[in-house]
């Protein structure tokens, strides 16, 4: 941030822009803070209703023309936007509430996880590992407070970065780790590889950041194989989930504490296992504590009805590959499927495939990726019944008449929840009351 700044654009406003404005409020308090966002009809948050307010067409010149010296860019603004680049022209500083937190930050060492999927669950174990050996931790970032919003850990601050909040990163943690890669945000980041190359940013900004990288993920290996400072996880040595379970150096593992569902969870534990272990947080390499542990809500929640129906909430699930492994969970059961949501142009045809080989899958398809998921499934699974259906009100009214005791009925739509709505907590959220109303939540 610049050391002399007389103005100041919060650019978004949601609880990073408010966070940000909160932050900036006390550490300049000399400085004049404008509010934007590019929707017309915003309202300031309530803690900011002293400020002044430009939406829309305005603010987006007033960005471009350089009014501002700095502009705090909330993760969900694109940097990719042409007002960024008219702004720089004009000598306007574009930064994130990431990189002012880094700035600002203690001494303490800093963990940051990043990952197309798993990185909320690996954040959460690195956090409760650390906790229970008693460290001073703290868990921000992308999945949980802002940053700017909360003190880091005495000891040790576990963030999750999303690849918005990589791509304009100025500062490298102390421990980078990786999950895996897979297509996603392309309309954000423009193409793949530049998809692929925020996320990376954390392994290059920092000469002394250690690397964690999945050995199993084949874009990882290709991009960070001759990285110096590399640690491998679910390869030969080290952590890695083998047939389900945790293992060090081929040696299974005695894990105390709830341990998280599925074999893809088993490899985002040896991710945290092999940090915390770096980080001297493990004494027994063969013996992890989890302490209280508890997995995340709307990642493969298990919703217990009445009707002995297995309701399963992973509204998370924005990727086929997250589906295919929600499905792995109960090969043996039929499965009532709610597939669909915001169209980023992903690729549906191994899902489809993998649906056609286990059969006794239900499709209910939703808006916007319902109709491709839909032809994918017509072309590798032909078997397949499928349902498109409006919305999720009426594919779990559809669902209540046909499934029946033993059954599943599995949230795991391999889309985003923009289409319909605000963000994957309240389409989860709604599939738990519908769950309620048809089946009877216990």
Known sequence: MPAKVERIGIWGLGRDGEAATLYLR?????????????????????????????TGEAAREAIAGGQFGLVVKSPGVPIIRPEIAAGKANETVFT???????????????????????KSTTSLLIHHIALAAGADTQLLGNGGVPALAQEPGGDLTVLELSSYQCADLSHGPDFAVFTNLFP??????????DYYAAKLRLASLDEKTRVFANARDPR?????????????????????????????????????????RGSHNIGNLAAAASVAGAMGLI????????????DLPHRLEVIACARGITAIDDSISTIPEATLAALALYPDRRVHAILGGSDRGQDYSALAKAIGDRGEVFAFL????GARIGEALSQFAPETPACPCS?????MERIAGEARDGDVVLLSPAAPSHSQFANFEERGRLFQALCDRHFGCK
Not at 391 to 395: C, N
């Open 283 to 294: 004494d027994d390499p063969l013996a992890i504590d989890l302490g209280d542990y508890g």
């Open 366 to 369: 939703l808006p916007d990726t």
């Open 96 to 118: 994130s509430g990431t990189n002012l937190w880094f700035e600002a930050r203690s001494p303490a060492r800093t963990v940051a996880v990043t990952g197309t999927k798993g």
């Open 220 to 260: 990882l290996r290709d991009r960070l194989g001759d990285h110096p400072r590399t640690c491998w996880f679910n390869g030969d040595d080290g952590y890695a989930e083998i047939d389900g379970q945790l293992h060090h150096a081929g040696r299974p593992v005695a894990v105390t504490g709830s341990l998280p």
């Open 391 to 395: 919305d999720l009100a009426e594919a």
């Open 26 to 54: 006390k550490a300049r308090p000399d400085a004049a803070i404008t509010l934007l966002s590019d929707n017309p009809d915003e309202q300031r948050p309530a803690s900011c209703r002293d400020l002044p307010l430009v």
């Open 184 to 193: 996603e945000h392309v309309p954000w980041h423009g193409t793949v590889e």
